[in-house]
């Protein structure tokens, strides 16, 4: 298994333009996540989804959109980037069989600048 | 009032030292579980350890585990035996409830650096 996958890992960005982060994973994972890891804080969430056509807003889902339309994807879309979104962007997923533990297992990561 | 609180934002530790890394947690739940995180510099988050609040017994996995001190709100990490790969930035985690839709809310991360 490849786990959770993102790419780009790198990406640079002007002010106002857009782009899609991209998240998979081969675990067939329910639930998957995005957070964002702003310097020297701990992780906060954007957005997650419960399952393929389901999603619902984070902590900090200004800025960003959403779509899963199938169990192993769920891309983050930046529609007019702001430097304010300089950060490191992470993706997760877990499996709800409906006890307490619920590991989360995290992708590489993706570095975005908005200059 | 922050639910997640790591209050040690770096620590140096000799090699081969235990070391303990302090969080604290608010919650007005009954039923909640905590999470380890253990993040390098290559960035990547792996996952640690998970204590559940009904767990009468301390987590433990291999060199981790978990000093789950419940009256108070406390979920410290022990490492034993630390090695220079332990090296990295760790945090701890909380989820409220027991549904799945609740979300993981995270502290700021203690960075810990092991000294050869």
């Known amino acids: 298994n490849a786990g959770v996958t993102q790419t780009p890992k790198f990406r640079i960005l002007k002010i106002g333009q857009s782009m899609t982060l991209q998240c998979a994973q081969d675990m067939n994972h329910n639930y998957m996540y995005w957070y964002r890891q702003d310097p020297g804080m701990g992780l906060k969430l954007i957005y997650y989804s419960v399952g393929a056509g389901i999603t619902d807003k984070g902590e900090v889902p200004n800025g960003y959109n959403v779509s899963r339309s199938t169990t192993e994807d769920f891309p983050l879309r930046l529609e007019l980037a702001a430097p304010s979104q300089t950060s490191v962007y992470f993706c997760?997923?877990?499996?709800?069989?409906?006890?307490?533990?619920?590991?989360?297992?995290f992708g590489p990561g993706t570095r975005l600048t908005v200059l | 009032a922050q639910k997640i609180t790591q209050t040690q934002p770096g620590m140096f530790v000799q090699e081969k030292e235990a070391v303990t890394l302090d969080c604290t947690y608010d919650?007005?739940?009954?039923?909640?579980?905590l999470f380890w995180y253990k993040q390098p510099s290559s960035g990547e988050m792996i996952f640690l350890i998970y204590?559940?609040?009904?767990?009468?017994q301390n987590a433990t996995e291999g060199r981790y585990s978990l000093n789950f001190q419940k009256a108070r709100k406390s979920a410290n990490l022990v490492i034993s035996a630390s090695q220079l790969g332990d090296s990295a930035m760790y945090f701890c985690a909380m989820r409220e409830g027991l549904y799945r839709d609740d979300k993981i809310i995270f502290g700021k991360g203690t960075r810990l650096h092991i000294l050869p």
């Open positions: 997760a997923s877990s499996y709800t069989d409906f006890t307490s533990t619920d590991t989360q297992y």
């Open positions: 204590q559940g609040s009904y767990d009468e």
């Open positions: 919650t007005s739940d009954q039923s909640y579980g």
